[in-house]
Structures are given as structure tokens and as C-alpha cells.
């Protein structure tokens, strides 16, 4: 039976027709089954350069064009263009399967047979050819064809290559690309990884070529499901998957699993596919979970979107999205009934208090460190135990008199929380994880529980993810990005109890942000040492981004007056160039600066609404929020304002030095992240400006520029 698959191009340029038009490319493609039955017309073209090129009508003026199979059943529909353009762009390009991927490729033949003879005549001149060091045979294992070597010899610079990248076949540019920068034909087989198919691959065989690129072309099950993908054209992460992303979306795992990657290289879309996924099979309830509840909402409507795009809406019913924190509460609830919870500022009394009556050289926040990040954390539950603990990632050490006192204080502060009967977020989630840990497999709520923004989880959110799924395959699906944690501690996921070794991957590229913004914030986590969720050290090496445009404008003024002079500036400009505001957003490390940004914004007579008061999702002027906010958004255009050194890092945020240097430095690490966060939120433009002095985590980027 004919199959109708559509092309991630054409997908993307539907969103751009007049309503007329999409609506007639509708009608067409839907009765498009039926139609080859019945002898849909497919026009062949004359003179083409592929007959396998063809168009069909879809009005007078306007003709679509299909990639359609000599044996096989699956027709791909490619563009939709005005008559003359559809036969201009069907008649100059090639279709072919590459030879390491397997996947489809499209190609202007046209474009590059005329630029070869210039290209070949300015080689000669040239002392050195750009891929002299690679031989035929490693271009050829690598997928790189004969007309793309031919091009190839004739490069000189990375500039040439840059210019040729709408030219060549994706695939064949990226290795090309990697060999150009250096690396050896071995790293760039390894890079490919996932996209490598160790299958026999017919060349001629479209059919299998076309199955076999689910990152760019998506085969549809009949009209409702050509429909759900023609109604939100913009939303590609529903339909396309990097093959490293399909993989990881439909693996089965003997036990937990993780995904990790850099800002924006679809970790959230796959957890939100692999939820899917899961449900689909029935074994069981899914829980999707994140960290805070504006993500979790988020979660929920981009899942029901995905099961409409899939025809699936029975499978959202299997799946329950909730932030982990709202999960512990009902566990509790249902237990003991609502808690008591205990204060910031009744806590912070608390421990003055137990520090004043001990007469203790201990600080109050000391102390809470202590409680939750290694009291908690690590179940310590009796002096003896406090004396033998380690405690990893606490700058002050403390010798065994020092440790009965800590102790003491401990002791006394969990008395008062039960004779009070106060609760804290952290020890409500240790009690809902102890009740969820006492029932049996059976009785446990999930079969499956998927995590989103992992790395900010603490310790014992982590026991309440454990306890609420049996051990066993496909249990725990853990997505997150250690470069990106603002609120958790550090942690290991072997301290938890959950084991994903073996069964670890990781997405290297970027669907959000340009290169040169990706590139510019990645400088910023440069030689940090970060520690990913296994132990080891984390490395964001081989993110990348095959989107380009302008670099960030990165700007320090003389007064807070004066940068927000150029921020009003700036958003005009974006406005002004056709950007809406909606796809604008604002960010500063403080409530306070928010603030008045927004009202420089109301003064210079621009919409802005502030996040911490409106959803993003909804709002229809610029969004104006803390960079805390920015978790999980991202915008056409960005400004961060007041980066300066006496903002970023945020003096209150940072435990001195001599009080405890191990704090020291991991608070620094969360606020140099919590930048990167917020950078990396930007999709095409972002500004960057402080006033004085520049934040000390933009030294080494201003001192390159
Ligand atoms: N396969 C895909 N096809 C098209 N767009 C994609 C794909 N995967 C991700 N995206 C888009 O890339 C952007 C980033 O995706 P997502 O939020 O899942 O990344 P992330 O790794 O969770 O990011 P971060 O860690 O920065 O929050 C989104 O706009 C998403 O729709």
C-alpha cells in the first residue's frame, strides 16, 4: 500500500504558506492513499537529473514535490512550491542513500557542478589543499561520496566549507567538517556513533533509505496522523528524532538508565517521548517528573501534544506528570494529612537558638548545610554514625570534638521539629520515600518513572524516585545536565542506590541555539571542574550546533541608568526588526533588577510582562524574569543585564571562604551555571551587559574578544 512520509524541509516551509494553500496541501495529501490507487497523477519532469523526482498538483499555481520510489511504497513528499519553482528545484537536485548512514540524501547537483571549475582554478594557486591529510578511503568508509570527494579536493579553507554547507548532504558535510578541524577519520566514525548502521546498504534501495532517516524524514499512518503533523508544523521535536535520540527514546534497559548533553540537544524531548513510549507498552503507570511545577506543566501540555501527533491519547491517561516535591506531599498526605512546614526565617531562629544555648563557634547556615547535605543526605541517624560519615563536598573540616557539638546541635534541632511536629519540604519527601520503600513491588505507584533537570535533585528525592517503581527493566529513565545544576547538590547516583551503569548516553547536538551563542556560553562552563551523575568528571566536549548566525553582543556601560538605556534600545531593535515580544525575554540575577528592568521597559513604552506573575507560555509581551526563571525556556532573542561583579555572582548566594571553602566553591560553580543557563536560552540573538565592573565569569571571554 502507498505510504506517504513527509520531509522535515517541507514540514518546516508549510508553516510558512498562505491558509489557502496549506489547507489545499492538506486536502490533497490526505486522500493521498486512496489517490495512487485510483492513479494519483505523479507528473514526471523533463530533464531531471533524478527521475525519481516528481510533482503532483495541488492547485493551478502551486505543485508539490515527491521523492517517489522506482520498487517500494513510500513517497516523500519534499516541497511545495509555485509551478515553476517546484520544476526548477526538482530538476537540479539528486537523490541518493548515503553509505555509512544509510540514510536519504538530497543534493543540488546543479549548484555544485558549477561551482567545481572556479573552486579547481583557485585550488591551484593555493599552497595547500584543506583535506590533503585524509585518504580516499577513509572519506569513502566515512560516507562521503564521489561528487561530494571530488568537491572536497578542491578546498582550500574552512571558509569555503562553511559557504558549501547548504550545498552538500548534512551527514557528508559534518565529516568533513570534523576531518577539517583536526580530527582523525577514527574520532569522526566514533562522533557518528548512533547514526552508523552496521546493515548491508543498497544504494538504490530509496525505500530502505527513506525508513532509515527518521532524524529528517517521518512516515505517516493514514490522514488524522498526516493532520496532527500539518496542525503544529513548528513543533519538529514531535515527529523528528536524532538517531542517537530514537535510540535512547525506544531502547529497552535492564535497569535504570540516564541521558545526559549539553543546553539544548533535546534531553526534555526525549524523556517526553520515552513517557510515551513507556505508556504505549502498558506494563504499567509512568510517572514523568522535573523539578519545580512550572516545568512540570510544561511536560503535560507537550505530552498531550505529542500523543495527539501519534494518535495515542489513551497513553497521556497512563502517564501522571508531576514535579517531585508535589509527588512527596501526596504520598505524605495520604498518610498523615497535610503538613506543617516549617519557615526559612523559623528555621533560621532555630538554629540561633540551639547555637546560643550550646555556645557554639558555629553559624546557623552552617548548620543547615550540615543537616541536609549530610545529615539528610546520607541518613545519619545517631552519633556513632555522624563521627564515621564522610563528608564529601563540605569545605570545614571538623575534628571529633567539634563533631559531638555539630552533633548535638543536630540532635536537638530534629527533637524540636517533632515535639512542634514541623516538617521541611526535604523531610517530607524522606518520610514519603520510607512509606513508598515499605510497600511491596505490587503496591508500588509506577512502573516506570522517567526524571527530568536530574541534576538538581537531592538526595532524598532520589530515595522517593527509587521507592516509588519495583527494581527491574525500564524502572528509571534519568534525563539532566550536571553543567546546568542551580539548585541540587552534588551527587552521585551510586549514593542513591541507582546503578545506570552500561546504560548511559549522550546527545550531542544542539536544536535550540546558534553556534555562535552555543559556542560563546560553552567558553563560559570552560575548565570547570564539573562532576557528572556517575562520579566522573563531565564534558560538554562535541556539543555543537548546525544553526548559525550573529555572535552575542556583549556590552559593560559606565551606570545601571545607562545599561538599561541600551537593553530599551536593544528590545526596540528586536521589535523593529520584526521579532515578537513574545519571543523576547529579559533576565537579571535579582528580583531587583528585574524590576526595574521592567519598568525601563514600561517607560520606553514596550509590553512586558514579569514571569514570577505570568506563566511564559500565554503572555504576550517581552518576559521579564530571574535567571532561576529561565530553567526549561527559551526565546528568538535574549538580554541578560547587570552581569557586573557586583551582581553575578549574587554577594548573598556565596558562602564566604573562610567559613566553609568547600561551599565556597561549589556556590560559585551554581552561579557561573546559573549564567550559563540563562545564556543558553537564547535561540538566534543574544546580548549580554553589566555596568561597572564585568562579572569575574566573563573575564576570559572578554579577554579572547
Ligand atoms: N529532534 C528534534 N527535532 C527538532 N527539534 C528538536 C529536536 N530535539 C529537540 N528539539 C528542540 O530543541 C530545543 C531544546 O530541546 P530540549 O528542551 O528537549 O533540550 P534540553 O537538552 O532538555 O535543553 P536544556 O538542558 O537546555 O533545558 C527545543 O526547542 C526542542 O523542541
Known amino acids: 500500500m502507498p505510504r506517504l512520509a513527509l520531509d522535515k524541509d517541507f514540514l518546516t516551509e508549510f508553516a510558512t504558506l498562505e491558509k489557502p494553500v496549506r489547507e489545499r496541501v492538506s486536502e490533497v495529501f490526505t486522500k493521498f492513499e486512496q489517490a495512487t490507487h485510483t492513479g494519483l497523477h505523479l507528473e514526471k519532469i523533463s530533464g531531471a537529473r533524478d527521475d525519481r523526482f516528481r510533482t503532483v498538483r495541488i492547485d493551478r499555481f502551486w505543485r508539490g514535490v515527491v521523492l517517489a520510489p522506482e520498487g517500494g511504497d513510500t513517497y516523500t513528499l519534499l516541497k511545495v512550491l509555485p509551478h515553476d519553482d517546484a520544476y526548477d528545484w526538482a530538476k537540479r537536485r539528486k537523490a541518493s542513500v548515503n553509505t555509512a548512514t544509510g540514510g536519504i540524501e538530497i543534493r543540488d547537483v546543479a549548484a555544485l ?96 533509505a527513506v525508513r532509515r532517516s527518521s532524524d529528517r524524514v517521518a512516515l505517516v499512518e493514514g490522514p488524522e496522523e498526516l493532520m496532527a503533523a500539518l496542525e503544529h508544523p513548528f513543533d519538529l521535536w514531535r515527529i523528528y528524532l536524532h538517531p542517537t535520540q530514537r535510540a535512547v527514546v525506544e531502547a529497552s534497559y535492564r535497569g535504570p538508565a540516564r541521558v545526559s548533553g549539553g543546553p539544548g540537544t533535546g534531553k526534555t524531548v526525549v524523556a517526553m517521548h520515552r513517557a510515551h513510549r513507556l505508556a504505549l507498552r502498558e506494563r504499567g503507570p509512568v510517572l514523568l517528573t522535573t523539578f519545580t511545577s512550572t516545568l512540570a506543566e510544561s511536560l503535560e501540555q507537550n505530552l ?197 551503569r552500561g546504560r548511559a548516553s549522550k546527545l550531542r547536538l544542539n536544536y535550540r541555539t546558534t553556534g555562535e551563542i552555543l559556542g560563546w556560553s560553552l567558553e563560559l562552563m570552560h575548565a570547570q571542574a564539573v562532576q557528572d551523575l556517575d562520579g566522573v568528571q563531565d564534558s560538554l566536549a562535541g556539543c555543537r550546533s548546525e544553526m548559525h548566525g550573529q555572535e552575542p553582543a556583549v556590552k559593560g556601560f559606565a551606570t545601571w541608568e545607562a545599561e538599561l538605556g541600551h537593553l530599551k534600545e536593544t528590545v526596540r531593535g528586536w521589535l523593529g526588526a520584526g521579532v515578537l515580544p513574545a519571543e523576547i525575554g529579559v533576565t537579571a540575577r535579582s528580583n531587583r533588577a528585574v524590576d526595574q528592568a521592567l519598568l525601563a521597559l514600561e517607560e520606553a513604552q514596550v509590553r512586558a510582562t514579569a514571569l514570577a506573575r505570568t506563566p511564559a507560555e500565554g503572555s504576550s509581551g517581552v518576559s521579564v524574569g530571574t535567571m532561576h526563571r529561565m530553567k526549561g525556556l527559551e526565546f528568538r532573542c535574549l538580554a541578560v543585564v547587570g552581569a557586573g561583579k557586583d551582581q553575578l555572582p549574587a554577594p548573598r548566594s556565596i558562602t564566604p571562604h573562610e567559613e566553609d571553602p568547600g561551599a565556597h566553591v561549589r556556590d560559585l560553580l551554581r552561579e557561573r551555571s546559573l549564567l550559563f543557563v540563562a545564556c543558553t536560552r537564547a535561540r538566534e540573538q543574544l546580548s549580554v551587559s553589566w555596568h561597572q565592573e564585568p562579572s569575574p565569569f566573563l573575564e576570559a571571554l572578554l579577554l579572547r574578544s
Request: with cysteine; hydrophobic share 40%.
Open 113 to 208: 557542478d558549477a561551482s567545481l571549475p572556479h573552486m579547481e582554478r583557485m585550488a591551484q594557486s593555493a599552497p595547500s589543499r584543506l583535506l590533503g591529510h585524509v585518504n580516499d578511503a577513509d572519506m569513502a568508509r566515512l560516507g562521503v561520496d564521489e561528487q561530494t570527494l571530488t568537491f572536497a579536493r578542491t578546498l582550500t579553507d574552512t571558509f569555503q566549507l562553511e559557504a558549501a554547507r547548504g550545498l552538500l548532504p548534512p551527514a557528508q558535510w559534518e565529516v568533513l567538517y570534523g576531518l577539517s578541524a583536526g580530527m582523525s577519520p577514527e574520532e569522526v566514525w566514533s562522533e557518528m556513533g548512533a547514526v552508523i548502521v552496521q546493515e548491508q546498504i543498497d544504494p538504490e534501495d530509496l525505500d530502505a
Open 304 to 500: 498531550a501534544l505529542l500523543a495527539e501527533t501519534t494518535g495515542a491519547a489513551q497513553a497521556t491517561e497512563r502517564v501522571r506528570v508531576e514535579h517531585v516535591d508535589r509527588l512527596a506531599h501526596r504520598v505524605f498526605r495520604e498518610e498523615h494529612g497535610r503538613p506543617q512546614l516549617l519557615t526559612p526565617a523559623r528555621e533560621k531562629e532555630l538554629w540561633q537558638r540551639i547555637v546560643a544555648e550550646l555556645e557554639a563557634d558555629l553559624s546557623p547556615a552552617f548548620l543547615s548545610e550540615e543537616w541536609r547535605q549530610v545529615v539528610l543526605a546520607q541518613r545519619v541517624g545517631s552519633a556513632a554514625e555522624y563521627l564515621q560519615v564522610k563528608r564529601a563536598g563540605r569545605g570545614r573540616g571538623l575534628g571529633p570534638a567539634q563533631k559531638a557539638v555539630v552533633w548535638q546541635a543536630m540532635w536537638q534541632f530534629r527533637k524540636e521539629l517533632s515535639a512542634q511536629q514541623l516538617w521541611t519540604h526535604e523531610t517530607v519527601c524522606e518520610e514519603a520515600a520510607r512509606l513508598l520503600a515499605e510497600r511491596p513491588d505490587a503496591d508500588k505507584p509506577f512502573r516506570h518513572v522517567v526524571v527530568d533537570e536530574a541534576q538538581d535533585l537531592h538526595a532524598g528525592q532520589w530515595r522517593l524516585l527509587r521507592a516509588c517503581v519495583p527494581e527491574g527493566a525500564d524502572d528509571l529513565f534519568i534525563a539532566g545536565d550536571t553543567h546546568q545544576r542551580i539548585y541540587g547538590p552534588k551527587i552521585t547516583l551510586g549514593e542513591v542506590g541507582v546503578n545506570v
